[in-house]
């Protein structure tokens, strides 16, 4: 069996599975080494990876299989990934770098969930003080239409049983050209639970479902319970993206 290196954060989008160490020397010294974070499009065996930064990159079939144990991306559509690519098989289109043969090594994928209106998150009862836990901290970037989140938060054990934390993104307010998003993040316990640990979380949020008033760039406010407000400023068009 071929071994899968591509990798959902386990059961609690907790752990970082050690990708940048299975990461093997080029057969080419030539051959760069590219890493970004994807929104993925197409479908098996043919896919499109739209880089964050902005390229596109089109993998070689035999490293998607050797990735995905031959089961392709499936319903997933935001990856991290590492992958080798020859010079000579780059091309600058449009003012796009696209990248053709790319050979995957390795990545991760993010959890995916759509962000919610406050109306949406009244109605599931999930704007409660008692079930909004604190997030230590968050490297938070927006880019075709995603939300992405890397975060850091304890997450509850309860007779040495790991608790499956819920998280959501919620627009609490909007005006013209801006917005704030706010984290809820519940561990499912109550906060009188010490026995924790600390854990790594990757997330995008599907925004393209929100609706901003104005026709300028939007900035973004982040309402994390835990750390302090921070702004984003995004092109609207980023915003409101969508994959093809």
Not at 199 to 223: A, E, K, M
């Amino acid at each position: 069996m071929m071994k899968q290196k591509l990798y959902l954060v386990a059961l609690l989008c907790v752990t970082l599975f050690g990708f940048a160490s299975c990461l093997s020397d080029s057969d080419d010294d030539n051959k760069l080494l590219l890493t970004d974070y994807f929104t993925i499009t197409g479908t098996y065996p043919n896919y499109k990876l739209i880089g964050d930064g902005g390229e596109i990159v089109y993998p070689t079939t035999a490293s998607v299989n050797d990735c995905t144990d031959s089961k392709g991306f499936g319903d997933h559509k935001r990856a991290q990934l590492y992958a080798y690519y020859s010079p000579k098989d780059t091309t600058i289109e449009n003012g796009t770098t696209i990248i053709r043969y790319a050979e995957l090594e390795d990545g991760i994928y993010f959890e995916e969930k759509k962000a919610i209106t406050f109306a949406e998150a009244t109605e599931a009862g999930i704007l409660e003080e008692d079930s909004i836990f604190n997030i230590k901290g968050h490297n938070s970037w927006l880019a075709k239409g995603y939300l992405s989140s890397i975060f850091t938060a304890d997450y509850s054990i309860v007779n040495n049983k790991e608790i499956k934390p819920g998280v959501n993104l919620c627009a609490t307010s909007t005006e013209e050209n801006a917005i704030t998003l706010k984290f809820l993040y519940n561990r499912h316990t109550q906060k009188t639970n010490v026995s924790s640990y600390e854990g790594l979380f990757y997330y995008s949020f599907d925004v393209t479902n929100l609706n901003i008033p104005g026709n300028d760039s939007i900035t973004i406010t982040f309402d994390v319970t835990g750390s302090t407000l921070s702004k984003l400023k995004v092109a609207r068009s980023d915003f409101y993206f969508k994959a093809q």
